[in-house]
């Protein structure tokens, strides 16, 4: 069975700082990981996703996520902060083809940004 | 090209009441996945349709059902309503292959509060 954790559920950052969010997954084959982040009251948004190609994966809105085999993660950042990052963001692993698109997605991580 | 779209957008029901959920997925997507979204649960997923069959199904009671037509359109009813499932239902729609992966596009989600 496929999990995911989020190490934080809710993280302040100041306008002009690193952005990190955490993401570990457990997973008996190798893995699909995504990256989504939700604005209130509406769906989610894809940032960026791995797919066996390059460990290292540039997402939309100057988001990058680094894919660990050895630690079993895939943490998100982004360089400097802009007010606008301030969302949810979730984490989500599909397994493999038998699982189809069935995504399985961390808790969640609340981003606040301070001017 | 529209993107997913979920009506009704909100929607209140009692107890004991069942409720029908629409989403039309992005044209030319034949798969759409429904999730569940609670502050209790998180994100979990109910289930995957692709060319009106059911392809997946997550860990929820019978009273969670849907469907597909031939159109890709897809429904999800839910019967015998009870508190639990106030919820933010989106749906997701992929293009399907024969590897998984695929990016999910998530329409903006039903609210529905059970009274």
């Known amino acids: 069975a496929q999990s995911v954790t989020q190490l934080g559920s809710h993280v302040s950052v100041s306008e002009g700082a690193l952005v990190l969010l955490r993401c570990n997954y457990s997973s008996s084959v190798p893995p699909y990981l995504f990256w989504y982040v939700q604005y209130p009251n509406q769906g989610l948004q894809l940032l960026l996703k791995y797919t066996s190609a390059a460990t290292l994966v540039k997402g939309i809105n100057g988001f990058e996520a680094e894919f660990k085999k050895s630690e079993t993660s895939f943490h998100l950042t982004k360089p400097s902060a802009h007010m606008s990052d301030a969302a949810e963001y979730f984490c989500?692993?599909?397994?493999?083809?038998?699982?189809?698109?069935?995504?399985?997605f961390g808790g969640g991580t609340r981003v606040l940004v301070k001017p | 090209k529209a993107g997913v779209t979920q009506t009704p957008r909100y929607l209140i029901k009692t107890r004991g009441q069942q409720v029908t959920l629409s989403c039309s997925p992005i044209s030319g997507h034949r798969s759409v996945s429904w999730y569940q979204q609670t502050p209790g649960q998180g994100l979990q997923f109910l289930f995957e349709?692709?060319?009106?069959?059911?392809?997946n199904k997550g860990n929820f009671p019978g009273r969670f059902s849907g469907r597909q037509f031939s159109n890709s359109r897809s429904e999800m009813n839910v019967s015998t309503l009870e508190l639990g499932d106030s919820a933010l239902y989106l749906c997701?729609?992929?293009?399907?292959?024969?590897?998984?992966?695929?990016?999910?596009?998530f329409g903006p989600g039903t609210r529905l509060t059970v009274l």
């Open positions: 989500a692993v599909s397994a493999n083809k038998a699982a189809g698109n069935k995504l399985t």
């Open positions: 997701a729609s992929s293009k399907m292959g024969l590897a998984g992966g695929h990016e999910q596009f």
């Open positions: 349709y692709f060319s009106e069959t059911q392809r």
